[in-house]
């Protein structure tokens, strides 16, 4: 199966920046829609940001719409987000997922693929 590995979290003061990259295994990365969902303690798992298997068509959740960008590298096989103007509400487990066949992009249970997931943490 695909495995998914997120790296490039960390701690950041508010306004600042992050990059998050998931890599992916295999060859079958390009043909993936791919999503980035975030989870905070005690909430449920949120989704970020989508974008399709091409690249060509991106989706963001409001509460990052504006500051975050998902973008991929089909080519290296990743998965990016960028986050800028992060905010102490941003702190959160971000993972990423990926499916062949994605409906409601949103939603979580429409993810066949997931990472382990990388801890951002955004101090006031």
């Known amino acids: 199966q695909v495995q998914l590995v997120e790296s490039g979290g960390g701690l950041v003061q508010a306004g600042g920046s992050l990059r998050l990259s998931c890599a992916a295994s295999?060859?079958?990365?390009?043909?993936?829609?791919m999503a980035w969902f975030r989870q905070a303690p005690g909430k449920e798992r949120e989704f970020v940001a989508a974008?399709?298997?091409?690249?060509?068509?991106?989706n963001y959740a409001d509460s990052v719409k504006g500051r975050f960008t998902i973008s991929r590298d089909n080519a290296e096989n990743t998965l990016y987000l960028q986050m800028d103007s992060l905010k102490p509400e941003d702190t959160a487990v971000y993972y990423c997922?990926?499916?062949?066949?994605?409906?409601?992009?949103?939603?979580?249970?429409?993810?066949?693929?997931w990472g382990q997931g990388t801890q951002v943490t955004v101090s006031s």
């Open positions: 974008i399709n298997w091409g690249g060509a068509r991106t």
């Open positions: 997922g990926g499916t062949t066949s994605s409906r409601d992009f949103s939603q979580y249970a429409e993810y066949t693929y």
């Open positions: 295999g060859h079958s990365f390009s043909v993936l829609d």
